[in-house]
């Protein structure tokens, strides 16, 4: 069974920066492709980063580029968000999503969150002074 469990989220003041981490289990990350979606309040939820299926790359939305980094440790079976410069519009809740390649060997990633079908329970971001 495929579990992603969330943690690291917290208030942080604006220009400050947080982790999260999402721990998995039930499958293999080189099979699979990643993502990481935060929703606000009263907004869609949203694509914030994902990692493709087989050879890890990372793909990021045009208003975290160059603040956040998702990487992995496979050794672990954990995924993280190092997120930094944090801004108000930042503040969501985060969730960490996963969604089996269609072959193995596949660099299949997505951004679209109806393309996954496993997710997290979400971990609060909320960027305040």
């Known amino acids: 069974e495929v579990q992603l469990v969330e943690s690291g989220g917290g208030l942080v003041q604006p220009g400050g920066s947080l982790r999260l981490s999402c721990a998995a289990s039930?499958?293999?990350?080189?099979?699979?492709?990643i993502g990481w979606f935060r929703q606000a309040p009263g907004k869609e939820r949203e694509g914030v980063s994902c990692m493709s299926a087989t050879d890890g790359t990372t793909y990021y939305t045009d208003s975290v580029k160059g603040r956040f980094t998702m990487s992995s440790d496979n050794v672990k079976n954990t995924v993280f968000l190092q997120m930094s410069s944090l801004k108000p519009e930042d503040t969501a809740l985060y969730y960490c999503?996963?969604?089996?390649?269609?072959?193995?060997?596949?660099?299949?990633?997505?951004?679209?969150?109806?393309?996954?079908?496993?997710w997290g329970q979400g971990t609060q971001v909320t960027v305040s002074s």
């Open positions: 999503a996963a969604v089996k390649a269609p072959y193995r060997g596949s660099y299949y990633y997505s951004m679209n969150e109806w393309d996954y079908d496993h």
């Open positions: 039930g499958f293999t990350f080189a099979d699979y492709a």
